[in-house]
């Protein structure tokens, strides 16, 4: 099993940036592609960004290539989203996610294990 636990959600202004935390515990986390998701109030979850398990690949959904950065750090258990020029449409609950794969994948199904999430609220 793997846990995983968001924190750095917030309130904040349009323009502004946030950082999000996502700590791993139980299986190895190095070993594991990671990523981002997002659910909306109303909508479903979908895909923010992901990256294999050393950095090596990357990927961004188009609405937020350019404003978000996902990294990690192994030595830390930790994945991490830098969020910046927030707009009121990425509002949303925030979950990280785990593979059983090292590779990065976009489709929600092939991620195993989930977090909890954390509330990001950007107001205009």
């Known amino acids: 099993q793997v846990q995983l636990a968001e924190s750095g959600g917030g309130l904040l202004q349009a323009g502004g940036s946030l950082r999000l935390s996502c700590a791993a515990s139980?299986?190895?986390?190095?070993?594991?592609?990671m990523g981002w998701f997002r659910q909306a109030p109303g909508k479903e979850r979908d895909f923010v960004a992901a990256?294999?398990?050393?950095?090596?690949?990357?990927t961004y959904a188009d609405s937020v290539k350019g404003r978000f950065a996902i990294s990690r750090d192994n030595a830390k258990n930790t994945l991490y989203l830098q969020m910046n020029s927030l707009k009121p449409e990425d509002t949303a609950v925030y979950y990280c996610?785990?593979?059983?794969?090292?590779?990065?994948?976009?489709?929600?199904?092939?991620?195993?294990?989930w977090g909890q999430g954390t509330q990001v609220t950007v107001s205009s």
């Open positions: 996610a785990a593979r059983s794969s090292s590779n990065i994948a976009l489709y929600i199904g092939s991620y195993d294990y």
């Open positions: 139980g299986r190895t986390f190095s070993n594991r592609a």
């Open positions: 990256i294999n398990w050393n950095s090596n690949s990357i």
